[in-house]
Each structure stands twice: as C-alpha cells, then as structure tokens.
DNA sequence: AACCACTACAACCGCAGATCT
DNA sequence: GAGATCTGCGGTTGTAGTGGT
C-alpha cells in the first residue's frame, strides 16, 4: 500500500483535512480487529496520523457498513421533515430513525434545505406538517454577525385550528425592545384562556398579511379604511389587495380595495407565513403615525406583488452592495425574498414566464409532482392579482379551461376558480367566506382588463436596489422594496434587527 | 479557457455529558 | 468525590464540483 509520507510525520502533528484512501483502509483494517470505540487508541495503534474524534467521525459517517449514499429518497426527505419537526435539530436522534444515515448527512441536508427554502420565501415546514412546540428554531446572521433567531413554535397548529369563520381576536399586549406582541385569541375565549399564538412584529410594520383580513373578518377593534382594514390599538393593516395600478407612482387613495378572493390553500398558506416567521410578501408596511398617505409605492400592483413574490436572481450580489450606498429612502420598508437559483430576470416575466414557472415550481417542490405545485402556485396568482392574472401569463402558466372555465376569462371565472378550488369547496373555501357573507369577495371593483405582462413585471429590481439608504441592515437574501421619501429620518425600528422577519415568541 | 458564484458535502471545533481512574 | 479521559452532539468552516458568463 502506498501511503503518502505525511501520514507518518511527526507524531505530534496530527493530520487533518480530508482522509485519503489509504487512510480510510487502515482505519477499516484496525476496526474489523479491534472493533469500535476506544478511538484515542486508534492513532497509537494503527500508525494513523489522525486524532480519535476524527477517527470515529470518519468511521460513522463514511466507512461504516450498511451507510446509505446518494441522495435522499422522497420518503426519507419526508422523513425528516417530519422528524424535524417533533425533534427539532436533534441530527442524532433523527439519524438513529433513518437507517443508513449519519446525523452529519441529515444536518447538511436539513441547512441546505433551509437556506434555500428561506431565499425562495417558502414555509420551512410544508403545510399539514405540524410543528412542535419543542420544535425548531432557526437563525440567520445578520450582517453585523449578531443571530437573529425566530422560534417557531405552535404556530402551524393555530393556523391549522382555525376553522370556518372562526372569529379571532388580535390583541396589542406591550411592546418588546420595538417590537410589537400580538396575541390571538379565539374571540369566544374567555378573558384568562391563553392566546392560541402570539406574533411578535416589527414596530410600524404590520405584521398582518394582504389579505389576511378577509381570513380573519372579525377579529376585534378593525376598522375599515380607504387604505385597508386597519387595526385601531396597533395600526397594522389588514390589506386587501391592491388594485388600479398602472403608473409608476401609487399613491395609497389611488388603490381601491379590490377582490378578497382566496382559496383555501392560498388562505393557509397566508395564515402560515404569518406565523411561521417565514417572510411574508404581504406584509405591508405601515406607520402608525402618519398612515399610508403619501407614501409613493413601486408600481405596487397586485401583479407586482406577484413578480416579487417569487424567487429573484441576480440580486444578492446587489444586496450585499445596496446597504452602502447613499440613498433618499427613508422609512417602512417591505422585504423580499430573493434567490439566486432561479434564471428570472427582474422584468423579463413576461417573455419567459413558462420557464420560470416551471423552475419556481421546482425549486418551491422537488419532490411532489409539477402539476400539483402549478396548482397551488396558480392559487397563489388567483390571490396575488385579485383575479386580474393576463390572460397570456394565465396561458403561461398552463392553466387549462377545466380552471378557468369554457371562455378562458380569469376575471370573469374569477369567483368560480377561487372558492371553486380543485378539492371540496364547502371545506376549502377561505375561512370567513362561506361563514360570513357579507364579506363575500369584491369583485365588482376589479375591472375586467388584463394586466400586459410589462405591468406584471413592476419595477426593475436594480432600480429598488440602487435606493436602499446607507446603514440599512441587508440580510443577503432580503432586500428593502418600497420607499417612502417624504421623511429624512430613519425610523429607529428600521435599524437592525428589528426589520425585515416578523418574529414569534413561543405560546 | 478563465473566472465567478453557488451548492453540497466533508471535516473540524467546542462543548457537555458519561465513564473511568 | 474529583479530576481525567472518552464519546457524542451540534454548529461552523473549508473545499471540491458544477454551472453560468
């Protein structure tokens, strides 16, 4: 056997980085005589240069017999989803429950997955897969190093609690280092029952969704506004979608409250994002002060809304450089989730829809078929654009007529697709719709034009980047959208860490 | 072909609990 | 009981491979 000469140099000077072949061969031979443990032992013993820690982590996670190699099969990623989810980032306890793989394996499976579900602004979590309240948690870094940490507890739970026109309650209990505590409780609740959730958001940011409001009609102490449903104690709003858009500039009285079509995964998945910490594309920005008024927003159209939803390429690398530079901007800012995986140019959606489509709906599901996630990803577009969805990015989007019903008009089949889901209308319909009807969808304020697709594109991304103020904390995969120039100042919540994620604390 | 960005994976490190002396 | 050693775990870092420009 040829073993390279460092292997045997200086006893004291014990080898690391990768393990040669030659390695791994003493190792085996010295453990089939000796067997495991004792790996101290090991390096007086069979002339390996290695320390025992990283004897024994070479032997359990790569010379082992009976070790599984190559990628995950389905039913193991599901696996550790769910096992994720009751053990949180136990690797150990989660490998000891699928044979063949090391706690190393899963770990690296479980943070690669995480990243890239975080850059595509997908729930950690699918839906239907409860958390556990002694469950997951999980952090990113902030540019200045410090860890931001969301804890994520029951929330799946609570949204899965929710039931048909159940009345919630959103109460404002104090205020945490500027951040807001919410807490939710059924309204039928008794004044000593426990919040079913608790939402800790950015102050000034509302940390309720778009369209959340008609997810929830009567939660207490909303009022309605000409610039959505407000919240009298905290000022978040409960957005509605944004319609009438079709300049550069919006300006909050130019948008009408529009459709609160929903389906019910849509409804959930909303529902989710809220309390999973995942960010959510909704969440608007607004200032308790001052309100929406004069707060010019990019081109902030439903469809918009909808472009920036999905994954963006070609942006981190803005990112990393947009915190420093100058800017006008000042004020509540609205972030976005970014990835670098996937190949869409910021305004080029319409011409390339199809593909981006088809890679979106990859990268949100590797595993499950395209046509399911084209399904709930057309849910998304019924939501986003409030039935406004082109006819031309509904053709891109491979909606068949069995959806849109004979005339292939999204607008018109607009009610029938949204509460006439692919699954039983009567239990999937969006939660307050059948229950309360008198907050039935608004269709009639939506005009029945399709948005070109240059209208669905919305902003150039550089041109949002190229504004973000100096001193803005820029998570790399989260970048400030709107601006709101009438103010020279930045608000204290702005400044990091305190914006971007809504935060939870656990129930 | 060179460069860059990104991902997946291997390996290391520090810590804590268990076991041994 | 106390200190030393071993073992296992989870977080982090380093790097090879790959794809795009």
């Not at 079913?196 to 969704?209: C, D, I, K, M, P």
């Not at 990393?320 to 609205?334: V, Y």
């Amino acid at each position: 056997m040829d073993l390279p000469e460092e292997i045997f140099v200086d006893a004291g000077n014990l080898k690391k980085g990768p393990w040669t072949s030659a390695e791994d061969a003493i190792l085996v031979s010295y453990v089939s005589k000796h067997g495991e443990g004792n790996w101290n032992s090991v390096q007086k013993h069979s002339g390996l240069f290695r320390c025992g820690k990283s004897c024994r982590l070479r032997w359990a996670n790569h010379l082992r017999p009976n070790l599984k190699k190559g990628a995950f099969s389905p039913d193991e990623e599901r696996n550790i989803v769910e096992l994720h989810s009751k053990l949180g980032n136990k690797w150990a306890r989660m490998a000891a429950q699928l044979p063949g793989r090391t706690d190393n394996e899963i770990k690296n499976y479980w943070n690669t997955r995480i990243k890239r579900r975080m850059r595509a602004g997908l729930p950690v979590y699918p839906l239907g897969i409860p958390k556990c309240a002694s469950a997951a948690q999980y952090c990113y870094k902030q540019e200045d190093g410090r860890k931001m940490g969301t804890r994520v507890d029951s929330e799946s739970e609570f949204a899965s609690s929710l039931t048909l026109g159940e009345p919630l309650s959103c109460q404002l209990n104090s205020l945490h280092g500027g951040h807001q505590v919410r807490s939710f409780y059924p309204i039928t609740s008794i004044s000593d029952d426990p919040p079913l959730s608790t939402v800790v958001a950015n102050e000034g940011l509302g940390g309720v969704g778009k369209g959340i409001g008609s997810l929830l009609p009567n939660i207490k102490q909303v009022c309605h506004s000409p610039y959505g449903e407000t919240d009298s104690r905290d000022g978040s709003v409960l957005f509605s979608q944004l319609s009438d858009v079709s300049s550069e500039t919006l300006h909050a009285g130019s948008y009408t409250k529009a459709s609160q079509t929903c389906t019910h995964n849509s409804v959930r998945s909303a529902i989710a994002s809220l309390f999973t910490g995942e960010p959510d594309p909704f969440i608007v920005p607004y200032d308790g002060a001052n309100g929406l008024l004069d707060m010019p927003f990019h081109s902030f159209a439903p469809s918009a809304s909808l472009k920036l939803e999905l994954p963006l390429s070609q942006l981190a690398e803005s990112a990393e450089t947009a915190g420093t530079s100058g800017s006008a901007i000042k004020g509540p800012l609205m972030s976005l989730p970014l990835s670098r995986q996937l190949p869409l140019e910021a305004d080029s959606f319409g011409s390339n829809a199809s593909d981006f489509l088809e890679a979106l709906m990859k990268e949100a599901h590797p595993t499950i078929g395209l046509d399911q996630v084209r399904t709930d990803l057309i849910d998304q577009l019924l939501v986003l654009t409030s039935g406004n969805m082109s006819t031309e990015v509904a053709a891109l989007s491979g909606i068949d007529k069995g959806r849109w019903g004979d005339d292939i008009n999204p607008v018109a089949t607009l009610e029938a697709c949204a509460f006439g889901h692919r699954e039983d209308v009567s239990q999937n319909c969006c939660i307050g719709c059948v229950a309360e009807p008198a907050i039935q969808p608004l269709l009639p304020s939506v005009e029945a034009t399709s948005l070109s697709a240059s209208q669905v594109a919305g902003p150039r991304v550089d041109d949002i980047l190229a504004e973000v103020p100096s001193g803005v904390c820029m998570d790399e995969n989260y970048v400030p959208l709107l601006d709101f120039p009438s103010s020279d100042v930045v608000p204290e919540w702005l400044s990091p860490p305190s914006w971007g994620y809504p935060m939870h604390l656990p129930c």
